[in-house]
């Protein structure tokens, strides 16, 4: 059965630091999406992207972040300086059709 | 505004015993999707059912049912016969039909801790 797929598992980094989050969706999907959930909090919605472009983000996702599709399997998130409170785990999500999102298993940033 | 309410922090529970998961939702909209995730100890987040606001009818799937009642906004979530597998933390969320516009909007979870 296919799956989204995200790299690495557990990202350990120095506040300041760029780091980049990768994930592989599946392959016929067209929709795509990154929330992050703080330790012991609740999902947050961070960006969505269709079409080559972002098609909705939130409050959190500030001049900081980034996404890319950069080959046309790897959906990126990039944190260009990472802070303490980017500490958290970050999903990737995929769809092909509307209203039906497949998530990865997440990757565990811990920023020091 | 949209928004999800899951009221219980935490349940627990004895093995074999049935629980009910709540979740209220508020939208404008008159189109949107209901779904429950299941997070299990490590972390990821697993589907469990989506539910389109125009259907009505209950679901029930092996152990798990679900009670989607459009007249108070809720979607409430029961475990029968609870196992200690079932321990994990469940979240309740919402989906809007917005264009491609498409996000989840999550409660804030509930933690089941069911003990043998």
């Known amino acids: 059965e296919p799956e989204v797929t995200q790299t690495p598992s557990h990202q350990v980094t120095q506040m300041g630091q760029e780091v980049i989050l990768r994930c592989v969706p599946i392959s016929n999907h067209l929709y795509f999406y990154w929330y992050r959930q703080i330790l012991g909090q609740k999902v947050e919605f961070l960006v969505s992207f269709y079409n080559n472009e972002i098609s909705e983000k939130s409050e959190i996702f500030d001049d900081q972040f980034s996404v890319e599709r950069p080959d046309g399997s790897n959906f990126t998130l990039k944190i260009r300086s990472t802070k303490l409170e980017d500490s958290a785990m970050y999903f990737c999500a995929s769809s092909a059709r509307i209203n039906e999102q497949f998530f990865g298993p997440g990757t565990r940033l811990t920023v020091l | ?116």
């Open chain 2, 1 to 116: 505004a949209q928004k999800v309410t899951q009221a219980q922090t935490e349940i627990s529970v004895v093995e074999k015993e049935d629980v009910t998961l709540d979740c209220v939702y508020e939208t404008r909209d008159t189109t949107y999707y209901l779904f429950w995730y299941k997070q299990p100890p490590s972390g990821e987040l697993v589907f469990l059912i989506r539910r389109n606001s125009f259907d009505e009818q209950n679901e029930i799937s092996g152990r798990y049912s679900w009670n989607f009642q459009k007249s108070t906004s809720s979607f409430n979530f029961t475990i029968t016969a609870s196992q200690v597998v079932d321990s994990a933390v469940y979240f309740c969320a919402l989906e809007e039909n917005a264009g491609n516009n498409r996000k989840l909007i999550w409660g804030l979870g509930t933690s089941l801790g069911v003990n043998p």
